[in-house]
């Protein structure tokens, strides 16, 4: 008896400590969280001036016979440029796990893939994908020089002809509970239905096209520092509910190991009460 209650002892510090560390780790996300709202914020009106000025182009529709604007507009059949954006640790609960279930279902054998994140490396690799670049995530907020290598890729192997689209597949952090894997295709560039001209009559030069393609790279740079920033926030707050669900349980198996031990060494008092009074009785005789 004596040893059964040291080991259930033992297993309540145990239990103990895992939510004291699963808490710790909760915080830490959740201050993540917040910097990472913050930087989106910030980013957010150059993000949105960058898109509009390459949505007005493509909404004039003398622009889109033009040769170099199709290059960046039409939808040609070929292989794609994938690029997977996940997390490098682990105890983010099915982050990475739904994220391969969109990556399966729009992929083809053939395309080509750019892994972010240590977690999406593993994943590729044992999927057998065509990898042809990986690159890690890093636990702190990523840095904005990180697209760059993306970006390079990604023209070297469109203006190359080795792939005819560029897509990002990623977590998008919509809050603090919901986070959607997504697949956006940001080559060819989609004209966007809901935009509305706001009927200014701009002038652009040396010509309408040459700014298409000047503008590229920094629709490109919006497009993967957008995903970056989601995945980030969206892997802090997977690993906030993680371990959030672990601190509970942790909590929940402390509660009852306790209850377990506390009725273990009563019935174990009372037992030596018992044979006290036996033994008093026996003598007695």
Same mark, same amino acid.
Do not use: W
């Given at each position: 008896?004596?040893?059964?209650?040291?080991?259930?002892?033992?297993? !309540?510090? @145990?239990?103990?400590?895992?939510?004291?560390?699963?808490?710790?780790?909760? =915080?830490?996300?959740?201050?993540?969280?917040?910097?990472?709202?913050?930087?989106?914020?910030? *980013?957010?009106?150059?993000?949105?001036?960058?898109?509009?000025?390459?949505?007005?182009?493509?909404?004039?529709?003398?622009?889109?016979?033009?040769?170099?604007?199709? %290059?960046?507009?039409?939808? %040609?059949?070929?292989?794609?440029?994938?690029?997977?954006?996940? $997390?490098?640790?682990?105890?983010?609960?099915?982050?990475?796990?739904?994220?391969?279930?969109?990556?399966?279902?729009?992929?083809?054998?053939?395309?080509?893939? #750019?892994?972010?994140?240590?977690?999406?490396?593993?994943?590729?690799?044992?999927?057998?994908?065509?990898?042809?670049?990986?690159?890690?995530?890093?636990?702190?907020?990523?840095?904005?020089?990180?697209?760059?290598? +993306?970006?390079?890729?990604?023209?070297?192997?469109?203006?190359?002809?080795?792939?005819?689209?560029?897509? #990002?597949? *990623? @977590?998008?952090?919509?809050?603090?509970?919901?986070? @959607?894997?997504?697949?956006?295709?940001?080559? &060819? !560039?989609? %004209?966007?239905?809901?935009?509305?001209?706001?009927?200014?009559?701009? !002038?652009?030069? &040396?010509?309408?096209?040459?700014?298409?393609?000047? =503008?590229? $790279?920094?629709?490109?740079?919006?497009?993967?520092?957008?995903? +970056?920033?989601?995945? *980030?926030?969206?892997?802090?707050?997977?690993?906030?509910?993680?371990?959030? /669900?672990?601190?509970?349980?942790?909590?929940? #198996?402390?509660?009852?190991?306790?209850?377990? *031990?506390?009725?273990?060494?009563?019935?174990?008092? @009372?037992?030596? !009460? +018992?044979?006290?009074? /036996?033994?008093?009785?026996?003598?007695?005789?």
């Amino acid at each position: 008896m004596a040893q059964n209650l040291q080991a259930i002892k033992k297993r !309540i510090r @145990t239990s103990q400590s895992i939510s004291q560390i699963a808490k710790a780790m909760e =915080m830490i996300a959740a201050s993540k969280i917040r910097r990472a709202e913050q930087a989106v914020e910030r *980013y957010k009106p150059y993000a949105l001036k960058v898109t509009d000025i390459v949505q007005r182009i493509l909404a004039d529709k003398d622009t889109m016979e033009d040769e170099i604007v199709l %290059r960046f507009t039409a939808d %040609r059949p070929g292989k794609k440029a994938i690029f997977i954006i996940g $997390p490098d640790k682990g105890l983010c609960g099915g982050l990475v796990v739904n994220l391969f279930k969109e990556v399966l279902g729009y992929m083809n054998p053939e395309d080509v893939v #750019i892994s972010v994140g240590k977690k999406c490396i593993n994943s590729s690799i044992r999927y057998g994908f065509n990898m042809a670049h990986s690159f890690v995530m890093g636990s702190a907020f990523p840095d904005h020089d990180k697209i760059f290598p +993306l970006i390079a890729i990604a023209r070297s192997l469109v203006f190359s002809g080795h792939v005819t689209k560029v897509a #990002i597949v *990623y @977590t998008r952090f919509k809050n603090m509970l919901v986070q @959607t894997p997504v697949v956006e295709e940001i080559l &060819p !560039i989609k %004209r966007d239905e809901q935009f509305v001209d706001n009927g200014i009559d701009y !002038i652009m030069e &040396p010509s309408v096209p040459q700014v298409l393609r000047d =503008m590229i $790279p920094y629709y490109f740079e919006v497009e993967f520092y957008n995903a +970056l920033m989601n995945a *980030y926030a969206s892997e802090q707050a997977a690993r906030m509910a993680a371990m959030s /669900n672990a601190r509970d349980n942790a909590d929940e #198996i402390s509660a009852s190991l306790t209850n377990i *031990y506390n009725r273990s060494r009563q019935e174990k008092i @009372t037992n030596e !009460i +018992l044979d006290l009074a /036996n033994g008093q009785q026996g003598m007695q005789k």
